[in-house]
């Protein structure tokens, strides 16, 4: 038996809006039929690009996204929704490779998930990508812009600028982006990075972070293998200067 949240007291437009895109029915029940009773208002759609319209076409608080899907596979459909949409995307995948894992990552999910999972991992990845997104909004009062040399991150808006360029990030490359902003001639560790971006425990040696780096450093255009804006420390973790401060 569920237990009742205060969220599940709520009005249905005040709850949060949850977009669940995953051909297998049985799944999609069983997702709806633990979060609803906690608070979420959860809509289903079995296929890629009836999940792609839906997605874009309303607002939601977080997107679950199922890799194998008819139409247009979950990777494709990601693609389609960060053109247009920063929300928190959670990945689910059959197959537990390593190399579909990283490919999501990539290309803008927040968080990745096998089909193995249980109700309860679900629940906190869920409550961590949403929290995270939640506590960036809070942090955006406090300060207004970021600048280090011409990168320019507004953080009320949640846009960057590089130079008079506009760089499309997602929103994990976003909050990576800031945190070594704020953090700039020091070095964060991965630990930390995970901990402050992705406001949650990953085991210590989860790489996931080192994904959203290399993707980072290509939009900034930072070469990766002599990088002048976020520098990697052996050992360490990573560090952001400003490309014209002489720091070695």
Request: aromatic share 4%.
């Amino acid at each position: 038996m569920f237990r009742s949240s205060a969220m599940n007291s709520a009005p249905a437009s005040e709850r949060p809006r949850l977009l669940v895109i995953d051909d297998d029915r049985k799944l999609c029940r069983l997702i709806g039929d633990y979060l609803t009773p906690l608070g979420y208002a959860v809509t289903t759609v079995h296929s890629g690009p009836e999940g792609v319209e839906k997605a874009t076409a309303e607002q939601w608080h977080a997107v679950i996204l199922d890799l194998m899907l008819p139409g247009m596979d979950g990777f494709e459909v990601l693609k389609a929704i960060r053109r247009t949409s920063d929300v928190p995307v959670l990945m689910l995948t059959a197959r537990g490779d390593e190399a579909d894992r990283i490919v999501g990552l990539e290309i803008g999910a927040d968080d990745y998930l096998p089909k193995t999972f249980s109700t309860r991992e679900l629940l906190a990845r869920l409550r961590a990508v949403t929290r995270r997104t939640r506590n960036g909004k809070k942090s955006d009062e406090q300060e207004t812009e970021v600048i280090v040399g011409d990168i320019r991150i507004n953080t009320g808006a949640h846009t960057v600028v590089v130079g008079d360029e506009p760089l499309v990030l997602t929103p994990v490359e976003y909050d990576l982006l800031l945190a070594l902003a704020r953090a700039r001639g020091r070095v964060r560790s991965r630990e930390a990075l995970i901990e402050n971006i992705r406001d949650r425990s990953y085991d210590v040696f989860d790489r996931s972070i080192d994904v959203h780096i290399s993707a980072l450093r290509k939009k900034l255009g930072d070469d990766a293998k002599n990088p002048r804006i976020i520098r990697t420390v052996r050992a360490a973790g990573y560090m952001m200067v400003n490309p014209d401060d002489d720091v070695h």
